[in-house]
């Protein structure tokens, strides 16, 4: 979410920070959205089978099922999602890696449970930045993030636009 949205998002539930207001106000919208917008055909009509005579259409095929522990634990997942760490105007959710490298030494750390973690204690981004004990890095500018789900690092400054 681009950091202007979600600053516009946060100063309209009066909160100012991702909290329980803000999370309930983007749930709705976008439990609204999916109530009116017809939904993309599902991606795994894409592929082998489509090259069959007989294509599958979206009308004639079935979605697969959803065993109903696994929609469960959907909900359970997309609450897990929506929690994170908040740098700023960054929202960092649960399971992004960071990234520092200084004199050709990577140091990682990771987003769990709200908090960033490096060698198994909490971190800020600014101690992580500043690893090498030099005190001047600016985060902003040392710290690469990979977000859950991607495969490319960008560097923190880029999310902050």
Known sequence: MPSKVFCALTNHTGEGFYGPKTEAAL????????????????GWLDGEDADDSEA??????A??????QMAASSVSDNVAA???YQWKQVFLPNGTELRVIHGGRSTYA???NEKIISAGAPTTPSRLANVSGCGTCNAWQAIWLRFPGATRWQRAAECRR
């Open 56 to 61: 599958a259409t979206p009308s004639s095929v």
């Open 27 to 42: 749930s709705n919208l976008i439990l609204d959205w999916i109530a009116t917008t017809k939904a993309a055909p599902p």
């Open 110 to 112: 990771k987003v769990e």
């Open 63 to 68: 979605p697969p099922e959803v065993p109903p």
């Open 82 to 84: 929506s929690r994170g």
